[in-house]
């Protein structure tokens, strides 16, 4: 139990295997180690036991909120899911805005904890409270959006108002693609490392949360306020946060996309060159293939956008929302979809060989609906092209060729339906093609997830984050771009490699307490730590010093990689896709402003393993120690040791 500030003390443990719902309140010493949302909901799985199997009934799914969601607190709309991987097998969390989290806090929980398997398909109604169990047969087989619609009307008469959210799965959850992601509000994904398919395979279709709106209030208001006042101030004066002036309330995440082809660090052609203009230059005999800036933050909003949504208590709105009308053999297709971000445009434009905008946001709508995350079906299909080239699917007849925007479109479907044989291979991801078809060079994945859209040949803090991240490559561990791109907290020479151990590390931790609030990662464009231990405090009635709150950040990261460790995961799993590696004999090091980087993955792993004070990629019985880690049977490594065997 606990009465700290910002939180309700009440989560539902739900069986689905026999229906029955049972309640809990907090452990306060767990909720000052590890904060909430991604912390809490980690240190959840981990009791679960790290060695369950991601597709079996002992499983946990968590959807998590933290101590300053749903308040008053800017960006504070998150809502964390946390389970082990299907796609990775690593413990993973994966967060989404709009209204969700604030909901769920709203009516009464800090988090829901899915377990077993349902018999037949059931939806989770959550409200004032109590969670209840209701039949989904009507809806299984259903997109994300027509299951939304309906539950609506089933549960509102139709008229979704502000009092309503639905997080449901597509066909992609329901076929268990290892990458299927939860979509919240139809257009806002918990994308990365298949909690859909989680979702999916424990027959859960839909949670919907309906609540009016019932802020927490701070325990300690005089400081609180004082906070919130920071940080208020700080968004309003960012170059980048500036409500209707600065870059991401402009244009969104995809202010980047001109940003990362001008420094030539925008992966594409399955990252075969670092820009599209240096893909031009050597396979376009003088002529322009491609450009990135007809899919761009500045050309989206030029020519497509049509509202601007956005989350509770944010005055950004960096999401955009488009609507196109397209031709797609030989129909006209009219799309309106939310939200045309950096990320998705890159995956499935300049990374697949083609910057067909208005085809792209018929892809992204595509994606939501189903239910597949953006990033991971963009570079598996990317993937899939280059080995097409290679002949490697020559044996199934099928294959994708580089920028066929019309297939893409269709293949999204398949994929989630597992239509086709190739359908099939792609909807298991990018390391079950590798092992199928002998494609680890093509593949641009690590720990089975796939990168985002920065060239870790130039920008050496993504190099190491990617590697190292505790769920499989990823941007949003540790956002090393805000100081290699942005000059955010100061700039860095995004080239250079020496200090990016330190850097990422760095990042990690603070991302980590962001995550666990649970608010938006863009508020530390903005904010920093002083703001954050002010408003935490202020609501929690805590006195955590700034020293004290990054180890808290240290922990769960710490935490998650021990879940990892006693999983199997070592340093020779904190890797990169062979073509960025300096030394490595399949490496195409990049061009343009960047020609002839590659990532010095070796000492930087090194530089960032002495940060951490870990062996070989796994944490030491001593730094468990230190940061007060006393769950779980240990690592069996002490300094200067040797990992012990996974299945010890």
């Not at 959006?145 to 009307?153: A, F, G, R, S, Y």
């Not at 601007?308 to 799309?335: D, I």
């Not at 093509?442 to 796939?450: E, H, M, P």
């Not at 080239?495 to 508020?523: M, P, V, Y």
């Amino acid at each position: 139990m606990t009465d700290l500030g910002g939180f309700q003390d009440h989560v539902a443990r739900i069986d689905l295997g026999d229906g029955d719902v049972a309640y809990e309140g907090i452990d306060e010493e767990d909720a000052k180690k590890y904060i909430g949302a991604r912390g809490l909901g980690v240190k959840y799985v981990f009791d679960q036991g790290p060695d369950v199997d991601p597709l079996g009934p002992e499983n946990l799914l968590a959807f998590m909120n933290g101590p300053l969601t749903g308040t008053q607190v800017t960006m504070s709309g998150r809502i964390a899911i946390c389970t082990k991987s299907p796609l990775t097998g690593t413990v993973t969390d994966s967060h989404h805005g709009g209204w969700s989290g604030a909901r769920l806090k709203w009516s009464g929980f800090d988090g829901l904890l899915f377990e077993g398997q349902a018999d037949e398909p059931v939806y989770a109604l959550v409200e004032d409270g109590e969670v209840e169990l209701r039949d989904a047969a009507h809806l299984w087989g259903q997109g994300v959006h027509d299951t939304i619609d309906d539950l609506e009307e089933e549960i509102e008469g139709g008229s979704l108002g502000k009092n309503l959210s639905v997080m449901a799965i597509g066909q992609g959850g329901e076929n268990e693609v290892k990458y299927a992601c939860i979509v919240n509000e139809d257009d806002r994904a918990s994308g990365r490392g298949g909690t859909g398919c989680v979702m999916g395979n424990k027959n859960l279709k839909a949670v919907v949360v309906k609540s009016s709106t019932r802020m927490p209030k701070p325990k300690d208001q005089e400081t609180f306020q004082e906070g919130h006042k920071q940080a208020m101030q700080v968004i309003q004066e960012s170059d980048v946060t500036a409500p209707n002036e600065g870059g991401l309330s402009m244009y969104g995440t995809n202010v980047l996309m001109n940003l990362t082809e001008e420094m030539d660090g925008l992966p594409t052609k399955n990252a075969k060159y670092s820009s599209t203009r240096s893909y031009s230059e050597a396979e376009g005999d003088g002529e322009r293939i491609i450009d990135s800036e007809n899919v761009s933050g500045e050309n989206v909003r030029e020519n497509i956008l049509v509202d601007e949504p956005t989350c509770h208590s944010c005055p950004v709105a960096c999401k955009k929302e488009v609507e196109v009308q397209a031709m797609h053999k030989g129909e006209e297709m009219n799309v309106r979809t939310e939200s045309y971000e950096y990320e998705s445009a890159w995956a499935l434009g300049p990374n697949s060989g083609h910057v067909e905008r208005d085809k792209i946001a018929v892809m992204l709508d595509r994606c939501n609906d189903v239910g597949v995350d953006t990033i991971d079906v963009g570079n598996t299909m990317a993937m899939a092209m280059e080995m097409t080239e290679e002949g490697k699917f020559d044996d199934l007849g099928d294959g994708i060729d580089w920028g066929d925007a019309d297939t893409m479109i269709d293949m999204i479907d398949m994929i989630a339906t597992r239509e086709t044989e190739l359908a099939d291979h792609l909807a298991e991801g990018p390391d079950h093609l590798a092992e199928a078809f002998d494609a680890h060079t093509n593949s641009l994945a690590v720990k089975g997830q796939t990168m985002a859209a920065y060239d870790p040949r130039c920008m050496k803090g993504m190099a190491i984050g990617y590697a190292t991240s505790n769920r499989g490559a990823c941007h949003l561990r540790g956002y090393t771009p805000a100081a290699e791109i942005l000059g955010i907290p100061e700039k860095v020479d995004p080239r250079e490699w020496e200090g990016k151990g330190e850097l990422c590390a760095t990042f990690q931790d603070l991302h980590a307490i962001s995550d666990s609030f649970d608010i938006c990662k863009f508020n530390a464009f903005a904010e920093g730590i002083e703001e954050y231990v002010l408003q935490y405090n202020g609501m929690t009635g805590l006195d955590v010093s700034e020293e004290e709150l990054m180890e808290a950040g240290e922990r769960i990261y710490n935490l998650e990689r021990y879940y990892n460790n006693l999983a199997g995961f070592d340093g020779s799993d904190d890797d990169l896709p062979n073509r960025f590696v300096e030394g490595d004999e399949h490496a195409m090091p990049a061009q343009g402003g960047s020609e002839g980087e590659l990532a010095e993955l070796s000492k930087m792993k090194d530089e960032y393993y002495e940060v951490r004070d870990w062996e070989n990629g796994v944490v030491t019985d001593e730094k468990l120690d230190e940061l007060g880690i006393d769950i779980g049977p240990g690592t069996g490594v002490n300094s200067g040791g040797a990992a012990a065997p996974s299945d010890d």
